[in-house]
């Protein structure tokens, strides 16, 4: 038997256990439900890259990969995203909405935000907010070492995990990455935070996962169901009710290297951010980096 404190031991830390794998499957996978097959490996350069080789030969609608870590963990426009071993979730599904139209693809990965966000809210206690396009943002207490009992702290919105959508295949491939139980020394940026930073009163990683998939299920279900139609679905405005960056001044970063400097007013029927320019115009965008500026936006409970 390989002690419990041996390198590389799955339990070497016993803070963050492993995934009990016949227990999810017990919890997720059901005749007629969209989750088909749930893996998990120990470790992998990416989920996304991982299942996108997998749909390049054909792939089952609904399968879902975990990994206890990732050594190559993508996020957009290249970015890296690396965290401890079994200090978060990373996981990637594979979807096929063939009947809604393609052009609305573009919402799955606000999709998933929501998602995300409603699925944590009931099983970590945490009030997520959804930065556009596709990062997951969580408060936290300022000093909280420094308050004196029954004081309100004060927080500071930080970026606790990212979506990435890609398309692979005859689908879609989301992935999902979200610091669980990561500690202040371990924070890969100082604009960067964790559930467990954010006050969850849970920080299992079984829990959270079946929380987040199911809430998954229930929102692409809704939405494919509505054709896509990301207002009659209800996605629509449910993003905009999560929506940080909403009644925000931002500076969008878009591709080509143009800026683009406004107030955030609306989120359309595309999935689009719509700001609003100083000289009165409004102007759509599809793709770029947000940075918000300054102004308070929304939580989604």
């Not at 966000?117 to 943002?137: I, Q, Y």
Request: net charge negative.
């Amino acid at each position: 038997m390989t002690p419990s404190d041996a390198p590389h031991s799955r339990w070497s830390d016993l803070d963050r256990p492993p995934l009990n794998v016949p227990a999810l499957r017990r919890g997720l996978l059901r005749p007629g439900g969209l989750w088909t097959s749930l893996d998990v490996v120990e470790t992998t350069g990416s989920t996304n890259s991982d299942l996108a080789r997998r749909a390049a030969a054909g792939l089952a609608e609904g399968t879902v990969l975990v990994a206890e870590e990732q050594t190559a963990g993508r996020g957009r426009l290249d970015r890296t995203w690396t965290a401890p071993a079994r200090s978060g979730l990373f996981f990637s599904v594979f979807v096929t909405p063939g009947d809604v139209p393609v052009q609305r693809w573009g919402w799955l990965p606000l999709l998933a935000g929501v998602a995300t966000a409603t699925g944590l809210a009931r099983a970590a206690g945490v009030d997520m907010a959804l930065k556009w396009p596709n990062d997951l943002l969580v408060t936290v207490p300022k000093d909280s070492d420094k308050l004196r009992p029954g004081e309100t702290p004060l927080g500071e919105e930080r970026k606790a995990g990212g979506i990435l959508a890609e398309r692979a295949g005859n689908g879609v491939v989301v992935g999902i990455g979200l610091n669980v139980s990561l500690r202040t020394d371990e924070l890969p940026a100082p604009t960067a935070a964790s559930l467990a930073l954010a006050g969850a009163v849970s920080t299992d990683r079984e829990t959270l996962l079946r929380g987040v998939l199911r809430s998954l299920e229930h929102w692409y279900g809704q939405w494919r169901a509505a054709d896509g139609d990301a207002a009659a679905s209800g996605l629509q405005e449910a993003y905009a009710a999560g929506c940080a960056t909403l009644g925000r001044t931002v500076r969008a970063q878009l591709p080509g290297g143009r800026t683009l400097t406004g107030e955030a007013v609306a989120i359309d029927g595309d999935g689009r951010l719509i700001l609003s320019t100083d000289d009165g115009l409004q102007e759509p965008v599809s793709a770029g980096d947000i940075v918000h500026l300054r102004g308070v936006g929304g939580g989604l409970t």
